[in-house]
């Protein structure tokens, strides 16, 4: 574990996109370790003098009229969100952390219709009695809180409402971190936008810390690495959270499919092997409810080994899905403000690569890292 010492005074101060269950994590999580000053299975306790408790919620924006109004503390505990606590709800309340309030952002496409079917614990109820917040609100909201970077936790299938708040970044020059799969951060367009602007961005759609992209994606790595001719990987998911209710509509899937076979396409680019015929398949994804905040993976991998021999690999993985996601944005933000320091602007290569489903560029795993332990390593005066 790094330094614990060499810390610095500035703080991260976060405006939130969707106060759903990973937020929920992501926040009890930094509670937690404001608290105890330790916390099991961070990656890094120390990023460029930042410790994972640098960082401030100071504004959010969410549709829920169970959210809407809120402090950001108080609006995580409403449902649908139904992750463990990493924190006591005491806890929450007394924090050192900086909580600012809840605000209705632009319903847009955020919120699909199939959700009406579903029973109020397990669905968004879109609050009809706030009117939205117009572009000059929300300018004005960001300025006065002084946020300098912006997390989007928006669902599955939110083309619109991810791009009015990439925008929204642009207008106002703040820092974006796109943890979903609509590709901002991966598409030259966009990311040539903020690097012009001088802004610092990472995507997109993360990574869990230990999920069924990273594992099948290592053990692609692998078997190519060794030789192996992979001839197909496949990846099915089920779970219970408001995520997987939403992914019930197979029609906005479209990209979180792209997204994770992207991190399956990345192996073959990475050890310089043509894909060919190999049958990559990730999803679609089950409903649950039982399953509440718990997913569970099956990955299977056939390959052939030397002569032809065959290779079948079967492996099943249960995992709680909200905070599997929270380490790797607690590092992502923290990497955001160092690399602005920095004077850096534009996608940050290796901790997308290192992160992200799917980076602006496909960097081998241990070169992702690399860079992302040199940037761990920077220290301010
Ligand atoms: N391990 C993981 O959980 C993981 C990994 C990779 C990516 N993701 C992605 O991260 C995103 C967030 O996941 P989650 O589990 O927190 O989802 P969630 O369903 O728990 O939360 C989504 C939140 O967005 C709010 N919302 C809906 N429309 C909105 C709008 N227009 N404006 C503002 N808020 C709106 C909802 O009310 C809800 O609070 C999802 O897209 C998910 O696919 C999650």
């Known amino acids: 574990m790094s330094d614990t010492q060499s810390v610095n005074s500035d703080r991260i101060r976060a405006c939130i996109i969707g106060v759903g269950n990973c937020c929920t994590s992501l926040i009890t999580g930094i509670v937690s370790y404001a608290k105890n000053k330790s916390l099991v299975g961070i990656t890094y306790e120390n990023i460029g003098g930042y410790l994972p408790d640098t960082v401030d919620f100071v504004l959010a924006f969410d549709v829920d009229k169970r959210k809407v109004g809120k402090k950001i503390n108080e609006a995580i505990l409403?449902?649908?969100?139904?992750?463990?606590?990493?924190?006591?709800?005491?806890?929450?309340?007394?924090?050192?952390?900086?909580?600012?309030?809840?605000?209705?952002?632009?319903?847009?496409?955020?919120?699909?219709?199939?959700?009406?079917?579903?029973?109020?614990?397990?669905?968004?109820?879109?609050?009809?009695?706030?009117?939205?917040?117009?572009?000059?609100?929300?300018?004005?909201?960001?300025?006065?809180?002084?946020?300098?970077?912006?997390?989007?936790?928006?669902?599955?299938?939110?083309?619109?409402?991810?791009?009015?708040?990439?925008?929204?970044?642009?207008?106002?020059?703040i820092n974006f971190l796109n943890c979903m799969p609509v590709f901002i951060v991966s598409n030259p367009e966009w990311s040539k936008k903020f690097e012009e602007k001088g802004l610092v961005i990472c995507g997109d759609d993360m990574q869990s810390q230990l999920g069924s992209s990273i594992v099948s994606s290592r053990l692609t790595s692998l078997m190519l690495e060794r030789g192996m001719d992979v001839q197909c990987s496949l990846q099915s998911n089920a779970g219970g959270n408001s995520d997987f209710c939403v992914m019930l509509a197979r029609e906005r899937l479209k990209s979180k499919k792209i997204s994770k076979e992207n991190v399956l396409k990345n192996q073959f680019i990475i050890a310089d092997k043509d894909i060919g015929e190999t049958f990559l398949q990730a999803g679609p994804s089950e409903y649950i409810r039982h399953y509440k905040d718990m997913k569970v993976a099956h990955i299977r991998i056939e390959a052939k080994g030397f002569g032809g021999f065959p290779m079948i690999l079967d492996c099943r993985m249960s995992v709680i899905d909200s905070a599997n996601s929270a380490g790797v944005v607690i590092d992502s933000l923290r990497f955001i403000r160092v690399a602005q320091r920095l004077g850096k602007s534009g996608p940050l290569y290796g901790p997308c690569a290192f992160y992200q489903k799917t980076p602006p560029k496909a960097i081998k795993f241990e070169d992702a890292k690399k860079e992302c332990d040199e940037l761990a390593a920077v220290r301010f005066e």
Request: one cysteine or more; hydrophobic letters at 30%.
């Open 78 to 173: 409403q449902k649908p969100n139904c992750t463990p606590l990493l924190c006591t709800e005491e806890d929450l309340k007394t924090s050192s952390i900086e909580f600012g309030m809840t605000f209705k952002g632009p319903v847009l496409d955020g919120v699909p219709e199939h959700l009406s079917e579903f029973p109020d614990d397990e669905r968004f109820i879109v609050d009809e009695e706030q009117p939205e917040c117009s572009k000059e609100e929300i300018s004005k909201l960001l300025k006065d809180n002084k946020v300098n970077v912006i997390v989007n936790y928006l669902p599955v299938g939110s083309q619109k409402a991810v791009e009015f708040w990439a925008q929204i970044c642009l207008d106002n020059s």
